[in-house]
């Protein structure tokens, strides 16, 4: 499982989001407290959280202004 954390909710971080879901298959939406939990079931922690770090540096904007990732 791999944890964001929403800063600067708007178009920008619902694109990015979208983003998540489109290329890994996966829901992300935000829960509780602007909290966006991520199922990466077929990866371990590690390979999880470069997947989707990857999937964030491939984006057009500087994902970390939209962003946090928390685990």
Do not use: C, F
Request: glycine share 8%; charged share 30%.
């Amino acid at each position: 499982m791999v944890i964001l954390r929403v800063k600067n909710p708007g178009t920008e971080t619902s694109r990015l989001l979208a983003r998540l879901e489109s290329e890994l298959g996966i829901g992300a939406q935000p829960q509780t407290a602007g909290y966006v939990p991520l199922s990466l079931d077929d990866l371990d922690q590690g390979s999880a959280r470069e997947r989707v770090v990857q999937v964030l540096e491939s984006a057009d904007s500087d994902w970390r202004e939209h962003l946090e990732l928390r685990s």
